[in-house]
């Protein structure tokens, strides 16, 4: 709840949008190794971060991460571009924290208050009389592990920091021409001409021999790696397994029926008419007195003539929804009318007409002329719905009290997965060319991380015991084992003859293409008439004719302060392009509402600039080192 709390407030913005720049935009700093017998990893304003404070940091930030995303593969959080992350982070703090010490940011009082009023959690729990409901913050906190003065001093310490770089953020601002000229090169439009010489086309031209093929096979092995795979077998304790095994007798069924049979039946329903004299409930107390008392003489003519309330509530009522046809709601359940009106009818019989009734709405008089009980279906037509919820209850009470004894199992007997099987009368499951990674489409057990990291552990592996049950999700875990292990392997030059000629060509084919493209290149350069190209087309970002992403950026890098101008595009395993740019285009005028919606762009991205520049700027201030060499 705490996290929902923060997302919600203002203050946060900035904080959010420095955690989620990219690390390899941050330059500047000192990359040097640090030794093992050295603890700093880092140093802001002359005071280190150590190896201990980072770990500490990574351990608190990853746990954040899977509480949030609890099927998170936990390897990407221990991966050294996340430990590094954390440490820019860490350093990110320093040097914010550093900057409210010098610059002597405080948070007043009033900027506290404002910004707790802010939040949709806290703002919640106003009483009537619009204070703060002290018990109930204090719990809102607790559930939390906080007491309201350490948030507070969080809260400060945040706005502080959020003032380091808000400010920034916020002066600023960019101006008409600059965004015509960042926009008109971002969207330049060129007239551009190209011929691309496919590495397919030149397939018929590769020449295969044994050697060669045996000199790729060697020079290429990762080609041809086997990853290693496993059978496996393995049991699924969840809900449905657990429900499986349940046997109902007849009693309970019985039990169940006469205790639920009107709940399963559905709610009942009413119908009533009512006459509305509308007073707000911020109006004042004398408008409200003269509406009540409209709605009092009004009952004591129903009271003298009930016959009349259609006709009183044509020509009376309030409500124009229901008015004109005499005061009538049709029928209604519980959960559909404010509280006041909804009791009242509730606690009336049919025919019968209510006193005045106060609502935020104003007065009512209610007339109650119908009640739809709903049938209640016998013994019989029930069962089957009768089974099935029975039976879900018992399986989520049973699985509850199994768990645990399964967890036990599974390790006490860790040779072999048929005494749980049989104990819990379970199915054993088997699967062949299982791997580490869980295999596309994959589905059930086999496509959960973890269960598969249980599977190739060291222990699995090595000694053949079954894995530790590994929790899939709510009410369901999961054993297994590995019955047969292949370990990674490169495959002989005899398996993958097929494969190899064909990458062998592929490669072959594609130099083939680049020498033509490269040689076709220097040739049009000196005589252009004689070049072959396909028609000309514009192209831009926002206009890539369905050109490979290497020829739209070549068209568009290219030099243009002398045209036409050549440019030869290595398109890798594809082959080659050569293109010609024959001029520059003008930009057609956007529509004022794209062009508003660039103009709010550009202004984020200087905002994001500012900010950055401003940043590395206290980094220099702060004499910022990180030590820790960068993944």
Known sequence: MFESIRKHSKFVMILLFLLIIPSFIFVGVDQSYFTESSQAVARVDGHEITQQDWDNAHRIESDRLRAQNPSMDVKLLDSPEARYATLEKLVRDRVLQAAVTKQHLATTDAELVRTLQEIPAIAGLKKPDGTLDAEAYKALLGAQGMTPEGFEANLRKELALNRVLGGVSGTAFATDSQLKQAMDALYQRRDVQVARF????????????????????????????????????????DLASVQAGITLSEDDLRTYYKENAQRMAGPEERRASHILINAAKDAPAAEREKSKAKAEELLAKLRANPKSFADLAKANSQDPGSAANGGDLGYFGRGAMVKPFEEAVYGMKQGEISDVIESDFGYHIIELTGIKAPKVASFEEMRPKLEAELKQQQAQRKFAEIADAFSNAVYEQ????????????????????????????????????????????????????????????SNSLVAGRVVKYSAARTLPMAEVTDKLKQLFVAQKAAELAKEEGKAKLAEWKAKPESAQLAAAVVVGRDQPQNLPREVLDAALRAPTNALPAWEGVDLGSDGYAVVKVNRIVERPTAEPQLLEQQKVQFSQWSSMAEVMAYYEFLKKEFKVQIKAPRP
């Open 198 to 237: 496919d590495a397919a086309a030149f397939a018929g031209k590769v020449q295969v021999s044994e050697a060669d093929l045996k000199a790729y096979y060697d020079a290429h092995t990762s080609q041809f790696q086997q990853a290693e795979e496993a059978s496996v077998e393995y049991v699924q304790l």
């Open 414 to 473: 860790s040779d072999s997965l048929q005494p749980v099987a049989d104990k819990f009368k379970l199915t054993i499951q088997k699967a062949d060319h299982v791997t580490r990674k869980p295999a596309v489409g994959a589905q059930g057990p086999l496509s959960n991380a973890r269960f598969l990291e249980a599977l190739f552990s060291t222990d699995s592996l090595e000694n053949k015991r079954n894995t530790d049950a590994v929790e899939l999700g």
